[in-house]
């Protein structure tokens, strides 16, 4: 198997003029690709620079340090945008990061005194080393990227991850998709987010294919809990992509517009969604739009994506048949296991990463084998009545509806559910929420219908609610409105009695 700057070399050695990169404000061919990674590579060398943090906004530029990493043999580690400062400071020194890559939007996340010897390596990069850097936690062996997810805590964590690992999930998508004859993808999420890292450059420049990367603002992308859909499609029209992967909300967003009379974006072979539960009913409707819908399933802990559907082997609802290197098992309590491209370990972790993850989903396979998730398993709650409720699916009906940007849903040890909502607009009338959650309960069964609802000031990263990659922080949900969400029962309780 070939890596993916071996695939680089070659492509710059064969055809050093087709197009790589493209953006606003500057192209970079396969060959001018290899030739500002190995430019920076030098500078990381000079410097002694083991790990390397990269704080920057999507861009041809992004991709020349990812390369210059892998050819300095230095640890990368991406910094999202939408971390806060603190979070940022973690992870700095969890990572024991000696210097970072900036643009002008990375470098507002830095205090300037934290920053020593500013050195520019392009017209819009500037490499730093960071002062005090100190390595407190021994590196996994053969850590190439340290991706940190955020999962439910408010400290990032990070994943230790191989270049071989995620050279072979970008091998198993070219397998995938190499049918449809990619030429250009859109980058539509930041490059530190892995599932763009991994689907949206390496494995389209495995393919020899010219990969667009706007700004984060440019495709509509305000962080990880907002969105204007307007910028995504106008991005869509603009750069007319082949391929694209996008976020549930996403493309519930594009889905709604494009039932409003918005244009179909006709160049698109292949529209990924993963990241988050995604509603059944919410695929129907993007089938009937003539949608090119391939769901996915992936994590962090393995190189991003397991199992994928693809052309000739899709079935609506599931998340695909894995992938050619991958090995998906149910296990007790039907919680899916994966084994085939494993981190190298947790950062800080006393015990030795495991050959086979424990992905925290429950699922199942059917007679073809294909996998349907069914939810987090730590998140169902079971009713007074004993009926499992997956909250995830239950908020993934409710936010098909462009009343309805947020919602989480109640209900454990309770004879019917409650939902926090938060309105997809400042001002909002309650019949149109109502009509929102009659709509979602029509697509579910009863003991998994919405009997009440409550509305709810956004849950973002900020004010503990939301986490980083985007998902509720269900404890901190349910203490901030606990009050209310019992209130609903009152009268219920007062019926028994």
Not at 307 to 313: Q, R, T
Request: proline share 6%.
């Amino acid at each position: 198997m070939r890596s993916v700057l071996d695939a680089l070399r070659h492509r710059a050695a064969a055809r050093p003029s087709a197009l790589a990169l493209r953006s606003a404000h500057a192209d970079l061919s396969y060959g001018g690709l290899l030739e500002r990674a190995l430019a920076i590579s030098e500078v990381i060398r000079r410097r002694g620079i083991r790990v390397l943090a990269l704080a920057a906004d999507n861009g041809p530029e992004w991709v020349a340090v990812d390369f210059a990493a892998q050819l300095a043999g230095a640890v990368l580690v991406p910094l999202p945008a939408f971390f806060s400062p603190d979070q940022i400071k973690h992870v700095i020194t969890d990572s024991g990061a000696q210097a970072v890559v900036v643009d002008a939007v990375g470098g507002r996340g830095f205090p300037h005194a934290a920053l020593d010897r500013m050195e520019p390596i392009g017209a819009e990069l500037e490499i730093a080393m960071i002062r005090g850097a100190v390595r407190i936690h021994e590196l996994p062996a053969h850590t190439a990227k340290i991706s940190y997810t955020s999962g439910t805590t408010g400290r990032p964590k990070g994943v230790c991850l191989s270049q071989p690992a995620m050279d072979r999930v970008a091998h198993s998508l070219c397998v995938a998709t190499q049918e449809l004859r990619i030429g250009r993808h859109l980058c539509v999420l930041p490059l530190a987010t892995l599932l763009e890292n991994i689907a949206g450059i390496y494995a389209p420049l495995l393919q020899g294919a010219e990969i667009v990367l706007p700004r984060m603002p440019d495709v509509g992308y305000e962080g990880a809990a907002a969105l204007k859909v307007s910028g995504l499609l106008r991005a869509l029209r603009a750069h007319a992509p082949q391929s694209v992967i996008l976020l549930p909300q996403m493309l519930a967003g594009v889905v709604v517009a494009l039932e409003q009379g918005a244009p179909r974006p006709a160049s698109l072979r292949f529209a990924a969604v993963g990241g988050g539960f995604v509603a059944a009913s919410l695929l129907e409707r993007a089938e009937r739009l003539d949608l090119p819908i391939f769901e996915g399933y992936g994590l962090t802990e393995c190189a991003s994506v397991v199992a994928l559907n693809a052309p000739g082997a899709r079935r609506l609802g599931s998340v695909g048949r894995p992938l050619p290197h991958a090995a998906i098992r149910i296990g007790a309590d039907a919680e899916i296991f994966v084994s085939g491209a494993p981190m190298a370990g947790y950062l800080g972790a006393t015990s030795h990463a495991a050959a086979e993850i424990a992905t925290g989903d429950t699922g199942h396979f059917d007679d073809d084998g294909f996998l349907y998730i069914d939810g987090r398993s730590k998140n169902i709650f079971i009713t007074s009545f004993g009926r499992n409720v997956s909250p995830d699916w239950v908020e993934a009906e409710l936010k098909q509806s462009r009343q309805i940007g947020q919602a989480a849903l109640f209900g454990e040890a309770r004879p019917w559910n409650v939902a926090v909502v938060v309105p997809a607009s400042g001002r909002h009338d309650p019949a149109d929420i109502q009509a929102a959650v009659d709509a979602a309960n029509t697509r579910l069964p009863d003991y998994a219908r919405i009997h009440r609802w409550l509305t709810a000031e956004p849950f973002t990263p900020a004010n503990g609610l939301l986490t980083d990659n985007g998902r509720n922080r269900r404890a901190a949900i349910w203490r901030r409105y606990r009050e209310r969400i019992d209130a609903c029962y009152d009268g219920h309780v007062r019926r028994l009695a």
